[in-house]
């Protein structure tokens, strides 16, 4: 992604979250996107967020309470197990960052943006190697042959679509992601 920046972009600095190379306060906001499940020590990330920002900090994560109830994961139950553990909970979030904010965020049923809730109303891409490539999540869990065909033949056979037929015709669903905002110092 950095090498495909257009001439003149901002600067971009590569880092950890644990070890962020700024000064305390040095932004309005800190913002993250489905990151936090990815840092070595969210203690230490979260202290780095908080230390940076002045206004806010803002995450886009899951909460698997929620995102525990999405169909996928009666075909491969090991994508809940993988990540479960990974994710904090929203409880985390503000044990972390004191009082939060939580917003859900409904994933439109057209979405195509190649996260793990994207294709929830069109199953046949989850068939799709290159989309599951595109999905952190399924690198963790070794061979799914098995539950790949499992699900290949309830779509053909149409057991799919009666197995969840609340889904037919919704244009949005609630899959557990959330933007969590924790304001600093009382600033709206």
């Keep these: 992604m950095i090498a495909q920046r257009p001439a003149g972009a ?6 950890c979250a644990e070890a962020l190379p700024f000064r305390n306060g040095s932004f309005d906001a800190v913002l993250g996107i489905l990151t936090v499940h990815h840092w070595k020590d969210q203690a230490k990330g979260f202290s780095e967020c908080v230390r940076l920002a002045r ?4 995450f886009v994560t899951n909460d698997f309470d929620v995102c525990a109830q999405f169909w996928l994961f009666d075909y491969f139950p090991e994508l809940l197990r993988a990540d479960r553990h ?6 985390r979030f503000a044990d972390a960052l004191g ?4 917003i859900a ?5 057209d979405c195509r943006d190649g ?3 994207a294709y929830w109303q069109c199953p046949r891409a989850y068939l799709d190697p290159i989309v599951r490539g ?4 399924f690198s963790k869990i070794g061979s799914i042959d098995s539950q790949l065909a499992r699900l290949k033949g309830d779509i053909e056979s149409g057991a799919w679509q009666r197995r969840y037929p609340s889904l037919e015709g919704l244009g949005t669903l609630d ?3 959330r933007i969590v905002i924790a304001r600093r110092d009382g600033v709206g």
Excluded: D, K, W
């Design 86 to 91: 990974i994710f904090p909970s929203m409880a």
């Design 115 to 117: 996260f793990l809730g």
């Design 175 to 177: 899959l557990g992601y």
């Design 55 to 58: 206004s806010r900090v803002v």
């Design 10 to 15: 901002a600067p971009v600095v590569q880092a």
């Design 99 to 102: 009082p939060v904010e939580t």
């Design 134 to 137: 595109n999905i952190s999540t």
């Design 105 to 109: 965020v409904p994933v439109p049923s």
